[in-house]
């Protein structure tokens, strides 16, 4: 098999099965021999910010000398990017072997009727094969939508769990208020394992405060004022100190020995891919698709001085409220709408009617993502900046074309 047709069997996995219970992934991990049961685990859950805590953990664990294996999601261009081994995305001989290897086991636990694995759970296998083939000491798994019923909550024994910022997002399936969706995520909180929790929000820190006082977890809550008093130059933005500062902390209950330059020079170095990433000089991608994202990535560029804006997003997201904070904040040259290979794309009539109703801003309308891209560039000029803010689909067509040559 050619790593062309591991990517289609993978996607078209949705289009026969479902999501299962956790019962399902832990039979599926035993059957594959439970690989990475032996590691040394950290569990990261949360509505923004969990990718971005992913990677400063993943560089403050290598700069302490250790090895790391990393399991994130989305991916932007390559299902490979999912699985990271000490900072680099495993290799395609790496990422087939292992597929191979879940694929036996799935199409048995299917012939005895008890379903294929679902997407995730497919991958989060891969995963765990993944690094216990590459000897790893440490695995960073971050949680798909939610940490309750998620197949990483399928791990028995991390040192630590994290619970970055809660906020409204896939509410048909999280809850309608950010109690509820804070239960969810805080289904990750294990008996006696202590758990590490943004403070922001005083509705979902009451409930993750609740849980942990069940199960007996040491809670270490982290405040905003601690997340803005970080002094160290982290890469991005502003708004990424409060993660820093999460997985500082959660470092903190890690046998790592790590002076405080070396920390320092880690942190720095950071560069997370689709958060506010420069793709060309003066160009940046921003994966922001709700309420909160886009509310933080106004207030990082608030500053900036007419910049260009190319949105997009899909349609299940409160579509009239993320372009309301986006004209609400920021004074643009102009907002360039587009589509999104994805079917749930939002049209972009659709789209731009929402943004007449909030800016007199010019507002330009392309389908084509990458038609788009161009047009914005050209907008951007020599002296503005170019923002793609939305979708991670957009995010991730847009890196794919510049990895190409657009």
Same mark, same amino acid.
């Given at each position: 098999m050619?790593?062309? @047709?591991?990517?289609e069997? /993978? ?10 219970? =956790? &019962?399902?992934?832990?039979?599926l ?7 990475g049961?032996?590691? #040394? ?20 664990i290598l ?24 900072? @680099? ?6 990422f ?22 679902s997407?995730?759970?497919f ?15 440490? =695995?960073?798994? &971050?949680?798909?939508?939610g940490?309750? =019923?998620?197949?990483? +909550? ?25 109690? @509820? ?6 289904g ?22 609740q849980?942990? #006082?069940?199960?007996?977890a ?16 982290l ?22 020995? /790590?002076?405080?330059?070396s920390?320092?020079?880690?942190l720095? &170095?950071? *560069? ?5 990433e &420069?793709?060309?000089p ?9 309420e ?7 207030? +990082? ?12 997003v899909?349609?299940?997201?409160d ?18 709408i587009?589509?999104?290979?994805d079917?749930? *794309?939002?049209?972009?009539?659709a ?6 109703k909030?800016? #007199? ?22 002296? *503005? ?8 689909? =957009? ?12």
């Amino acid at each position: 098999m050619i790593i062309s @047709e591991a990517y289609e069997y /993978l996607a078209g996995i949705p289009k026969f099965t479902r999501k299962h219970p =956790l &019962e399902h992934t832990r039979k599926l991990v035993a059957l594959l021999g439970n690989p990475g049961g032996n590691k #040394k685990a950290i569990h990261v859950a949360g509505t923004n910010g969990k990718g971005s805590v992913c990677h400063y953990l993943q560089a403050i664990i290598l700069a302490g000398g250790h090895t790391t294996g990393m399991f994130t999601s989305p991916h932007l261009v390559r299902v490979n990017e999912r699985f990271m081994i000490n900072g @680099e995305e495993v290799s395609d001989s790496l990422f087939l072997q292992a597929f191979t290897k879940v694929l036996t086991v799935s199409q048995d636990l299917e012939e005895a009727g008890e379903g294929h694995p679902s997407y995730f759970e497919f991958l989060y296998a891969m995963g765990l094969l993944i690094f216990e083939e590459s000897q790893v000491e440490y =695995l960073i798994l &971050e949680t798909g939508l939610g940490g309750r =019923l998620d197949a990483t +909550n399928s791990y028995q024994t991390p040192l630590v769990s994290v619970i970055t910022s809660i906020s409204l997002d896939h509410q048909q399936i999280l809850g309608e208020t950010i109690a @509820e969706i804070a239960g969810e995520k805080a289904g990750i909180i294990r008996e006696g394992v202590p758990v590490v929790a943004d403070g922001s929000s005083p509705e979902a820190l009451a409930v993750i405060s609740q849980v942990a #006082k069940a199960r007996r977890a040491p809670l270490k809550v982290v405040t905003p004022e601690e997340g803005r008093a970080l002094s160290w130059q982290l890469s991005g933005s502003d708004y990424q100190r409060m993660n820093g500062t999460l997985a500082v902390a959660a470092a903190g209950y890690l046998p790592l020995s /790590l002076e405080r330059e070396s920390l320092r020079r880690a942190l720095e &170095e950071v *560069r997370i891919p689709g958060r506010m990433e &420069e793709v060309l000089p003066g160009v940046y991608v921003e994966g922001a698709h709700n309420e909160a994202g886009i509310a933080a990535f106004c207030r +990082n560029i608030q500053r900036e001085v007419a910049p260009v804006i190319l949105f997009s997003v899909v349609s299940d997201k409160d579509v009239s409220a993320l372009i309301k904070i986006l004209c609400d904040n920021i004074e643009a040259t102009a907002f360039v709408i587009t589509g999104i290979k994805d079917a749930r *794309r939002a049209s972009t009539e659709a789209l731009a009617t929402e943004f007449a109703k909030y800016t #007199k801003c010019p507002i330009y309308q392309e389908e084509d993502s990458l038609a788009a891209f161009r047009l914005g560039y050209h907008l951007k000029g020599a002296k *503005r900046k170019l923002y793609c803010v939305g979708s991670l689909y =957009l995010v991730g067509e847009i890196k794919e074309a510049l990895d190409v040559g657009l």
